[in-house]
């Protein structure tokens, strides 16, 4: 990483920015399509992003991490979706489950797990959705059964991003049906341990950076010492990082559609047509002046949500504003920028199908977009 005159003038938190936005543009540009091509974890990208200080950003100094903000965090990935998104969004389960284990985890959890976590020679994943059940996330049915001074889990997980390589699964677990969401509790399993089976990546349109899969637990053993968060608070838990979760997703797209539109108005500037630029038909001009619209209030609903979880209050109908919104106009976005530059935008090598197809998935992550919309409605319409 460079380290200018200008950037060491900087406070601490906007240089960081600077500096992993230099680091997506040097170490992930030149890549981003081969892990597409090859539909595999972006592994070079996750090594290298631990060695640059991106593994441990929710975690405190007193473990070796960072934490930073949500402002802050919410800008790096930004920048580095802009660039890859996959690589982005594997790094927020990543980090997430680092920061989860520094608040909530017991000392021997703490001294077990966030060394490896934040120098990155862990990877870890969030195991929360399952084959037939998503949004309606209470209704789990992989299982925990008490045995001694074991749990034994039985079930199947679904999308779990970072999983086709994760050492580390947070594993959300029903321990008594009858207890309904009361009943979850989250273990944390070594992917290396007997009953757990990785079953292959899926095979997708497109973010095959983020390693996403299957996994199966078969009569797997897991000690008392890995229970992370007991049958009472495992649910409530996975549903309080969901705002901060949703600003993320609604920055990440910001970013892709930011690198969109910069492609675009590059390339008309400079393709002729009819005797002129591209960029002098206002037709053109017009379709992209839409999208810099979107892009603009997407960023000011992000940050505002972000500011609001930065200051301590409830970002939960902003943060749903926000991912809505974003992830909308990013797709809708894309596609335009794509429109401007004819056959040639959906040529690889300019990264806006690449984007598009990731936009496509962010509908999905952290509540769906109809998810978004029962938080805004729930209060809109209340009384
Ligand atoms: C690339 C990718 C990575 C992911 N990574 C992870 C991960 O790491 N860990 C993890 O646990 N999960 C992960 N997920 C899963 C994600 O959280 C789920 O896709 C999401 O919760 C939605 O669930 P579902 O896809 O099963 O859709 P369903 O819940 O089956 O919903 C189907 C449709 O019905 C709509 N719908 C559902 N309920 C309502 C309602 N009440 N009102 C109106 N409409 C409704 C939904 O919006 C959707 O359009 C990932 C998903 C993707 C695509």
């Not at 170490?27 to 539909?39: F, H, N």
């Not at 989250?186 to 996994?215: C, K, W």
């Not at 637990?217 to 838990?237: H, K, Q, T, W």
Request: glycine share 10%.
């Amino acid at each position: 990483m460079n380290f200018t005159e200008e950037t060491l003038s900087r406070a601490p938190g906007e240089q960081r920015i600077l500096e992993a936005k230099d680091w997506a543009i040097k170490e992930l540009a030149p890549t981003a399509e081969t892990w597409e091509r090859e539909r595999r974890f972006a592994r070079e990208a996750f090594d290298s992003a631990a060695s640059n200080g991106l593994t441990g950003l929710l975690v405190p100094e007193e473990y070796g991490g960072k934490q930073i903000d949500s402002i802050e965090l919410a800008k790096i990935l930004e920048h580095i979706a802009a660039v890859d998104f996959s690589v982005a969004f594997s790094l927020v389960c990543h980090n997430n489950l680092a920061g989860a284990i520094a608040r909530k985890g017991s000392t021997e959890l703490k001294s077990r797990f966030l060394p490896g976590l934040v120098n990155g020679k862990v990877l870890g994943a969030f195991l929360l959705t399952e084959p037939k059940v998503g949004s309606d996330a209470a209704a789990i049915e992989l299982q925990a059964h008490r045995d001694g001074g074991e749990w034994i889990l039985n079930g199947e997980k679904a999308w779990v991003t970072n999983g086709t390589e994760a050492n580390l699964l947070s594993v959300y677990a029903q321990t008594d049906p009858s207890e309904g969401h009361r009943g979850i509790a989250t273990f944390l399993v070594e992917a290396d341990s007997e009953g757990v089976q990785r079953l292959p990546g899926y095979e997708l349109f497109g973010g095959h950076g983020m390693g996403t899969n299957g996994i199966r637990f078969e009569n797997c053993r897991v000690p008392d010492a890995n229970l992370f968060l007991p049958p009472s608070r495992g649910f409530s838990a996975a549903m309080e990082g969901i705002d901060l979760a949703r600003v993320l997703v609604s920055a990440m797209s910001c970013g892709m559609l930011r690198s969109g539109l910069e492609t675009a108005v590059n390339y008309v500037l400079n393709r002729q047509a009819f005797g002129g630029r591209l960029a002098d038909l206002q037709g053109i001009r017009f379709m992209l002046g839409d999208v810099a619209t979107d892009l603009e209030a997407a960023t000011l609903l992000t940050y505002e949500a972000a500011n609001i979880i930065a200051a301590g209050g409830n970002a939960g109908v902003a943060a749903a504003h926000a991912k809505k919104f974003s992830t909308r106009a990013t797709e809708k976005g894309l596609a335009e920028c794509m429109q401007v530059m004819g056959a040639n935008g959906s040529l690889r090598e300019h990264s806006l199908s690449r984007h598009l197809a990731a936009s496509r998935l962010t509908h999905y992550l952290d509540g769906a977009t109809e998810i978004q919309n029962v938080v805004i409605t729930r209060d809109l319409f209340s009384e």
